[in-house]
Every structure is written in C-alpha cells, then in structure tokens.
C-alpha cells in the first residue's frame, strides 16, 4: 500500500503549504465573483434599467377639455411607474436630466439608455387627440418604431380634420447599439412608446362612448418563453458551471507544478531508488488532488449560490456534481502528468500549464459556447469536435445536474464519456510522466 | 576476496565532452571507499551510474556480481551532494515515507527511526517541519533517509558539504560506525582531504573521468608523499621560477612545485637541508618573506597528482 504512503505525504505538503493551496483554492474563487457581479442581472427579465430621460416638450392644450397638458412629463411619469407583469420591480430607473449631462451618464455606462422628448411632442399628442376624435373620418398615425441605427423615433404624423398641419414629434432613444445593455433596453421602451400611444387613443375613444375611467398602464409587449423554472436565469447561471470547469481544469497546472518540484528537488530520485512503483507513485498523488477537485466542485458551487446562481435540484444533485467534478479532476491530473512530462522546473511547469489550460477552457465552452462543429454522430448523440476533450463532457453534465436540476439519468451518456475520456487520458500521462521521469536518465 | 561492487570499463559521454573514461573499480564488502577529486572531476557522475540512477555510455556495474539493472531495490542507499528533502514534513515522517517506500516492517521501522533520530542527533526535532531546521540538521536527515532500509552499500555524495565542525564531526563518527558496527560498505566522495584521510580504508583519486590512483591513505602519501614539505613565500614571487631551476639541482630535494604564488619543497628530514635551500634563495638574489615546515598531507599528494590544488 505504498501508494497511501505517498498520497498520506501529498495531502500533508498540501495542506502545510497554506499559500499554495489559498492560491489553489482561491484563484477560482476570484474568477466565480468576478463573473457572477458581471453577467450576474444579464438577461435576468425582471431588473430595473437605468435611463435618463430629456424632456424639452413646451406643453399644449387639449382642444377637446381645455385643459394645458405636458405630455412629455405624462410620458415620463409613465416611464416611471410602469413595472414588470406580476411583479413589483420597476421597469426603469429614470433619472431627469440636461441632454448634456445624460450624453456624460451614457457614456459611463450609468444608464442604458437616454431618451430625449422633443419640444413639440405634447402638439403632437394633441394633433392625435383631435385626430382621433375624427376617426372616422381621417387617419392618424403615431409610429413607434425601433431602428437599427442608435436612434429610435416617435412620430406622430396629423393630416387631416380640424388642422392641416403636420405635426411630427420625434422622440429620441439614444445609446451605444454596441452594448447589450443597450439593446435590451431600447427594445422595451419602443415597446412602452407603442403602448402609451395605444393608450391614449383608447382613453380618448373610452371618454368619448361615455366611459371615462383609468385604464391602467401596463405595457408588457413581449414575453419570454422559456423552459419551465428559467424564467429568472441570467447569463452568471450558464457561466457558474463554466467557472467551476475552468477551476478542475487550472488544477492540472497546479499537479504538473508539484510533480516537476519533485524531479527538481531530487526527491523523485529518491523515490525512484526505493521500491515505488511508477502506479504507487502517479495514483498515489491523484489521491489529494481528487480530495481537492471535489472540494473546488462544493466551495465554487457555494459561492456561486451566494452570489445570485438560481440552483434548481436537491442534495442528490450536489452529489451527482461533485462526482462528475471528480472525474474531471482525474482528467486534469492526467493532463498535469502529460505537462510535467516535458516541463524542465517548476516555473515552465506552471506556463506551459497556464497556456494550456486557459485555451483549453475556451474549446471545452466554459466561458461561452464556440460555434457547433460536428464531426459525426455517436450514440445517438451529435458530437462535437470539441467533444474529445473530457471536459466538455464534464461541463455539460454540470450543467445538467446544477442549472436544470437534471438527474443521473439525463447525465449518464456524459458521464460515460469523460469516464472514457479520461481513463485514455490518464493512460497516456502515466505513460508519458514513467517513460521521460521514472526510469534511468539518459 | 568479497566484492561488493565492480565497475567495469563505465564511461559516459555527453556528446564530444567525456565525463568518465574506462572507469574500473573493485569495492570491497564493509570498507570505506574514498572517491576523491576536484569539483567537475566525475564523481557524481560516477555515483550515479553505480546507483542506477543514470544510464552508463558504455561498461557495467556489478553489485554482488549481479548486474545493476536487475539488482533488487534497496541494496543501495544514497545520501545526495544535496538536500533533498520534503520541505512540509517532519523528520519524523520523512524517515517514516521512506522506510514505507523500502517495505519497512512497521516495527523494525518504528525502531530505525527511532535510533537514526538519536545517532544523528535529531530526537529532539523529530515532529518539526524540515523546513524549520538547520542547515547541519538538513544534512543529518538527509543522510538518515539514505540508511532507513538499512542498505547494504551506502553511497554519500560529498556528505560534509556545508557542515559546522561539530555536525561533521558526528557525521565522521557515524559513517565509522556504519563500517564498524553495522558492517556496511560506504562509498564516499569527497574534496575535502582530512575527510577522505581520515575515513577511507581505500582512496581513487579522479580527475577529468580518469581514475588516477587507488590506494590506501598511508601507501598513497607514502609512495609519492615521502618526507616533510617546506612552503616558502618569497618578497618578490617572479622569482619564483628562477629558485625552483636552482633547487631542481639539488640531490636532497624530492621535488619542489609552485602553488598559488608559494614554492613547496618536498625533502626527506627537511629541517637539515634548510641551510643549502637559504643558500639557494640568496643565490637568486630575494628575501624570504613566509616559511614553515610541515608534514607531507595527502593534499599534496593530490597536487602532485593532478597537478592542482582543488578546483572550487
């Protein structure tokens, strides 16, 4: 039972070396926080966006009541009030401002979106009105149209009845069509602009049939259909598994390191020169850094639950997590053998690692997923270019059991490939690390 | 006569440059073997090959006329030049990691550690972390995890390297004690002349790959180191060359040799000759400014061998 010898030493060295492992353990941690306080509200629906409104409208009289109108306040207050669909949360956050100050606000990113009304946009709304009232007469159109470009317009366009003047109100919707902030926004407000002209029409008609009574602004346009228990997700839900496969997958960094600190240290001669046997020494050594997978697998997990990741299974899926996590993390200790191989010290170790695990998070999809490449069909199951890397299995299966709340059923062809994967990967590096480390030098 | 050892024609090459050249040695069962030699002389290269850990160019190394690749583990032990150990664990459990990695029984390993602790001085820090010992303390373990297993040949590489007089000093007395009491074959190597004077039965002196000379201490300083070595500094050292012409053609003068600026006179009962050696120097027309009398040492045998005093 050497081997228990020698994981009994690597877990000591492990867990002495209190800077190594917080490096170990921490480093991922790091990336978890980073990447749930930035995708964390991304494409979650019910988040408030941030938009700075420019109100230059004049004001006008309604022909009809006599009464003088802002219509651009009344738009304004709308904005303001109007929430999700069953729910509490506030569409927007409006912040009132100069064209100036809100340009400055877009450009730091402190709103999404600035939306400017022009000065004759209560003229407009008035024209409408009256236009209205003359339905059946004439024609009115208000378009809210959303385009392409940065600027999203209003019009208002009266041509008929009581005034033969054109009136066209633009109202502006201003912002960077780079950022997808941006674009979230700007689709909502066209939205709530289609449903406040809407609105008006039909409180005009209402109070002329007699029926004067407020009609509550709701303006839910669009509704997204999702799978059943998604409908909160936002993007930190697909990268958290990603975040933990890229933390197994930095651990073979960390095993080629210390594998190579052995050759360098002269401590493997030592070990060579006894009875170890290259199985004793390679299984030995995975034993801690399995322990340590596992725990990356809970601690990451945990993390990310506190800092806004919506869990959808049970403690059986925790469990089935940290099994697969385990798997990877073999694979990893394959890959750390396969490096530590060919690395001369400890430093070439740890870049050579860093230049293939970084890369290698990328192709397995940990942060985003690569455009599909099939290369054939196995099992029934398309599979992917990508997919003859162990991990890519890793981080589906992950996904499955900590996103959907999956069960072993749904995970089983997953986890029987990176079990293949990884018994030829590990293969290959216990060949690899006993032919060029563990035998006689040349 | 029992061998423990033979190395048979080792040489090894890393391509033009040869580090061992036909290398042929007999160790004898239970002596110490000195291996002796300036620093990039071939020791540890030598050591290597004989261990098993590096593979020979040519020649083959036998130990108790098996050869070495088909030798068990664990005849040999080697305390390497140097420290090679794991910096998170205590003694303790480093000597108990490498009597597990032996096949130690658990109870002959309980005592073995327990005893190297106390021979090497090292009870007292058997629970601390290497990392928290001393240099001498370091070396000692060093050596201890080399003899866990109680192996038959023990091989040190340069073992005093580095040690304070006293930690060396309980190294000297515990190799004897490994030859003496415990019967083992020790093969060590050195650059350090008292050392190899007074711990070897046997000395190689090597340098360059090539084995120069194999004796023992007493016959090597006897055969080429007879008689006492005058060293003599002189006021003007350019003179140096021209006194030794003069002192060449003396009968009564073995051999005189410049080292490091001083002219060393070797003759038989050296006080006696003193007179005709001041005729000598006054004849080159210099004053004497350093001269003192001493025993032939087996330094001197050394440079007279390599023809340098050691290289650091």
Redesign the interface.
Known sequence: M?FL??AS?DI??LL??RRGLFFILLFPMFFMLVFGFAFGGMGQSNTPHSIAVVNYDEGATVTYTNQTMNFGNNLTSVLEDVKYQNSDVHMFNITKTTEENADKLLKQRDVDAEVIIPKDFSKASVALIANTLQSSTSQSTIQASSQSSSQSTLQSTQSAGVSTDNITAKVIIRGDTGYMGFGTAQGILTGVFQGYEDDIVIEVQNRIQGTPGAKPHQFIQTEVEGMPGTEAFTSFDFLAPGMIVFAILLLATSVAASLTREVN???L????????KSF?LLFGSSIPWTLVAAAQVVILFAVAIAIGFHWQGSINSIILAVIVGIIGGISSIALGMIIAAFAKNERQASNLGTLITVPMSFLVGAFFQLPQVTVGNFMGQNFQIYDVLPWTHTLNALRSVLTYGSGWDAISYQVGMSVVLTAILFVIGVFLFSKTRLR??? | MEYSMEVKNLRKNYGDFVAVKDLNLKIRKGEVFGFLGPNGAGKTTSI?MM?????PTSGEILINEEKIDDVE??K???C?Q?L???E??TCR?SL???G????VPKDALKQRINKLLKDLFLEEKANT?VSNLSGGMKRRLNLA?AVI?EPEVVVLDEPSEGLDPQSRRVLWNYIKSLRDDEGKTVILTTHLMDEADSLSDRIAIIDHGELLRLDTPENLKKEIGEGDVVEMVLSDPEKNQELMVELEKLDEIIAVLEVDGQVNIRAMNAVAKLPRIMEQVEGVGVHIADLSIRQNTLEDVFIELTGTGLRE
Do not use: C, F, Q
């Not at chain 2, 597990?100 to 096949?103: F, G, K, L, W």
């Open positions: 050497k010898s020698i030493k000591k060295e002495r070396d240290t002269g401590t001669e030592r070990l060579k020169m006894s009875k170890m004793d006689a030098e040349k | 290597r261990v098993g850990l590096l593979k583990r664990g040999i032990g080697i390497p140097e090679v150990l794991w998170n664990l459990e108990k990691l490498m597990d990695m032996y096949e972390t995890m297993h």
